[in-house]
T-cell receptor, first 115, second 109 residues
Framework: IAGITQAPTSQILAAGRRMTLRCTQDMRHNAMYWYRQDLGLGLRLIHYSNTAGTTGKGEVPDGYSVSRANTDDFPLTLASAVPSQTSVYFC??????????????FGPGTRLTVL | GQNIDQPTEMTATEGAIVQINCTYQTSGFNGLFWYQQHAGEAPTFLSYNVLDGLEEKGRFSSFLSRSKGYSYLLLKELQMKDSASYLCAAMDSNYQLIWGAGTKLIIKP
């Protein structure tokens, strides 16, 4: 089934630990995105990648890093987790074509709790 | 700065019509998106408007006025399964989406 998968579904993490959230898409989309969603706030962009081999910073990149070694995978790493990074994390992908309806499709999300 | 405003919560009755409004301020504009998000699930795409006017898609319609920085999502013949949050997002000049906080729609029998 075509789409985006994320792992893990949920995770409880001790502060200071390193964590990588995984995201894989099989739609051959050029662009991929990582968002966090917190109660009462809109989705906030953490990092994005317009194409394999390139990445960019979004609105809230501090404390997070990403890599895009190939088209399908876009992992998000928290080098040293802090409680303020407790959130629901969504990965998304799109064709990445400038202009027109560049619709983003979302994975199921990872619920992360940092204690 | 860039900003999206939409009501926090709305309540409507099954079978009725509801209109969810959204106003936006972005640096440049490349379209307005509406997404639906059920509790505990991922956002799913509903509609995209880039030209002024109304786009109809079954029970859902979306309207855009670029001069007013305004959009609305119209839901007709409401069903219980329409209970969800509705997210408004505007695409800026860098083709990045700026998201509103979402409108939680509660449907009552």
């Amino acid at each position: 089934i075509a789409g985006i998968t994320q792992a893990p579904t949920s995770q409880i993490l001790a502060a200071g630990r390193r964590m990588t959230l995984r995201c894989t898409q099989d739609m051959r989309h050029n662009a991929m995105y990582w968002y966090r969603q917190d109660l009462g706030l809109g989705l906030r962009l953490i990092h994005y990648s317009n194409t394999a081999g390139t990445t960019g910073k979004g609105e809230v990149p501090d404390g997070y890093s990403v890599s895009r070694a190939n088209t399908d995978d876009f992992p998000l790493t928290l080098a040293s987790a802090v409680p303020s990074q407790t959130s629901v994390y969504f990965c998304a992908s799109s064709d990445g074509l400038a202009g027109g309806s560049d619709t983003q499709y979302f994975g199921p999300g990872t619920r992360l709790t940092v204690l | 700065g860039q900003n999206i405003d939409q009501p926090t919560e709305m309540t409507a009755t099954e079978g009725a019509i509801v209109q969810i409004n959204c106003t936006y301020q972005t640096s440049g504009f490349n379209g307005l998106f509406w997404y639906q998000q059920h509790a505990g699930e991922a956002p799913t795409f509903l509609s995209y408007n880039v030209l002024d006017g109304l786009e109809e898609k079954g029970r859902f319609s979306s309207f855009l006025s670029r001069s007013k920085g305004y959009s609305y999502l119209l839901l007709k013949e409401l069903q219980m399964k329409d209970s969800a949050s509705y997210l408004c997002a505007a695409m800026d000049s860098n083709y990045q989406l700026i998201w509103g906080a979402g409108t939680k729609l509660i449907i009552k029998p």
